[in-house]
């Protein structure tokens, strides 16, 4: 997982950090190692221990900010791949999306809560038990940060938690999940511009260094948020899209089982070297196995006129396959699972109705983006 640390499990949850993570730990240590040194004359190591154990128990806060999430989702039937702490929080990697926009509400949601409760909980320790010095700083440090993620988490836009909110309710609108991510990845890169805008303007004309913070968190929302709204449209153009949409059966390598050897090789072999492997049909064009171009060498040239296709034919009886009415995006999916190029897709009566190759699927959304794109000027007023 890029150049993340791997350090255990969680609930049965792969458990990362990154190594920006180190960073901020460093810095959260010594900023606030140095306030209780200095707010309560504190000297030795005791106030950088304490610091340490703040900056600690401020990462459990996001931890569980992100459990929160994880175990809705997982409440739902979704696999939760890992939970990664890094330089802006944390991040709980989902397998897929919920099902339902009431669902995926509920599962952005439980975060902001967790927080807001720890919050709640923090400020209660330290009134009940009448807290003071150190003890009642580090209170009432936790109970503040939980309450700043909390609220800064719920801000509208992807990726954050209330970006995913807003997705859920664009969802719920609209019908379409993908216009969802796509309407509050917009929102999220709009906020990410005000943030950089925000502190570059005091960083510009008034030396003031403590608003890079403000640029680096807007430059990690418009980064996100842009590849997320991205991704939407992409995705939205693919579930418009059946795998028959993309197959070009006249320009498949499919071949006959009834053809010899040398019809074969006159017709799909001899000056031609795009396809190395076929896959062979029987007379009702169901799919029976695949060709070698190769296997030929198995044959003596003088026998290929006497020699059908269907002798050097492998089976394939483990082989993927698609329907031809599945959805483009599925298919997609399916490919990076397998991690493969190319898949045969049947009819429903089980025919054989071409290969579906990664390249033409691209092609087919840079064709239709194109066209939308046509049709956009055309409708331009005069």
Do not use: C
């Amino acid at each position: 997982m890029n150049n993340n640390i791997r350090v255990g499990n969680l609930f049965g949850i792969p458990f990362y950090i990154n190594p920006s993570w180190f960073l901020v730990l460093g810095l959260v240590t010594l900023s606030y190692g140095g306030l209780l040194a200095s707010q309560f004359s504190m000297g030795g190591i005791l106030p950088w221990i304490l610091g340490f154990v703040s900056a600690l128990l401020l990462f459990a806060s996001v931890l569980a900010h992100e459990l929160g999430h994880s175990f809705v989702a997982l409440k739902q039937g979704i696999d939760v791949k890992s939970i990664t702490l890094f330089l802006f929080g944390g991040l709980a990697s989902l397998e897929k999306e919920s099902d339902s926009p009431a669902q995926a509400f509920w599962v952005a949601i439980a975060g902001p809560l967790v927080s807001l409760a720890l919050f709640a909980t923090f400020s209660a320790i330290g009134i009940a038990t009448g807290a003071s010095g150190p003890l009642g700083a580090m209170l009432a440090l936790l109970a503040s940060i939980n309450l700043v993620v909390a609220l800064f988490n719920l801000i509208p836009g992807l990726p954050l938690d209330g970006g995913n909110i807003l997705k859920a309710i664009v969802w719920k609108i609209t019908g379409n999940p993908y216009k969802g991510i796509n309407f509050a990845g917009r929102v999220g890169q709009v906020i990410g511009w005000i943030a950089i805008l925000s502190g570059a303007i005091p960083l510009l004309f008034y030396g003031n260094f403590n608003s890079i913070w403000n640029i680096l968190i807007g430059w990690f929302l418009l980064q996100n948020a842009g590849f997320a709204a991205q991704s939407a449209t992409v995705q939205d153009r693919l579930s418009a899209l059946t795998a028959a949409d993309v197959v070009d059966r006249e320009n498949s390598p499919i071949v006959s089982a009834d053809l010899s050897l040398r019809q074969f090789a006159n017709n799909y072999v001899i000056g031609k070297e795009k396809w190395r492997k076929f896959l062979v049909t029987d007379e009702s064009d169901r799919l029976i196995g695949t060709l070698n171009v190769d296997d030929l060498k198995l044959v003596s040239t003088a026998d290929w006129p006497k020699t059908q296709v269907r002798e050097l034919v492998k089976p394939m009886e483990d082989t993927l396959t698609v329907t031809s009415d599945r959805s483009l995006l599925e298919v997609v999916s399916l490919l990076e699972e397998k991690q493969i190029n190319e898949l045969p897709v049947v009819g429903e009566n089980g025919a054989l109705v071409g290969l579906l190759e990664k390249t033409e699927i691209i092609r087919k959304l840079q064709q239709r983006t194109e066209t939308k794109a046509d049709r956009s000027q055309f409708q331009l007023p005069a």
